[in-house]
Every structure is written in structure tokens, then in C-alpha cells.
């Protein structure tokens, strides 16, 4: 899934195995070079005063995960979290939240075969469900409370 290793794999397609494991290679380490300069532009950005902590934080872990030699779906969340804290309150936020909740419970870890194990992977949804759906009503009625004071 990884964006640095599609031209090994076009490479692959036209050229032969041994062209395409060259061009991952050097796709690869292109991408290091690329996530060293970005971080590096962030940086630089967040300490002149451009961009707050958090902001810098969610587009870092973004060129770190779509730059990186591997990407599975739910590294993309290392991303979403701390951009979704820079979003004004308002609607934006609250749906990228309940978004990127979703996501996080609908996408389980695939680095492991389910099979024979599908009643465990069943009971971690219900729990994370449950979870999410109890931290949800303890903020709603924490906010309320807020409110009325």
C-alpha cells in the first residue's frame, strides 16, 4: 500500500522482479529523504510561530505514514487524532471525531489470521463499542454539567 513502493511494482510489471526490487529500494530511500525534509520544513514552521504544536504533530505523523516503506489502514489515525484537536469546535470536528472513532473500531489489525479466532474479534468490537459508547455519554454529561454551570 505503500506510495514508495508503486514504482517498484510498475518497475516489476514492465521490467522484471530484479528491476522492481531495485526500484523499491530506491523508492524507499527516496521517501526517508522526503519524510527527513518534510519534518524538517514542519519544524521549522512550528518554531517561527506558522503552525501550533499539535498541528505540526498530525502533519508530521501524515508524511511519516503516507512517505513510509509500509502503511497499514490504521496508521493513518496516528495523523487524524492530533489533526482532528486542531479543528475549531464546531461540527468539523465532532464528525472527523466520531469518523476517525469509527474508523479505528471498523479496521481491525490484519497483521494476524482471524481464522478459528472469529468469537475473540467479535468480543473486542462489542468492548470497543462499549467503550467508545460509554466514554461518549460520561463527556456528554460532563459537558451539560459544564454548561449549566
Known sequence: MAPTNWPGYLAGAV???????AMISSAR???LVLILCGVAVLLGRQLRGRIS???SLGMMMSVIVVLGPVIQPWYLLWAVLPLAACLPVGTWRTRV???AGVF???VPPLAGNFAGRVPELVAAYVVGVALVG???LVLRR????VAQA
Open 15 to 21: 521490467f522484471g522482479p530484479q528491476a522492481g526490487q
Open 29 to 31: 530511500i527516496a521517501g
Open 53 to 55: 504544536e499539535v498541528t
Open 97 to 99: 471525531a466520531v469518523l
Open 104 to 106: 479505528a473500531l471498523l
Open 134 to 136: 460509554g466514554a461518549y
Open 142 to 145: 460532563a459537558r451539560v454539567s
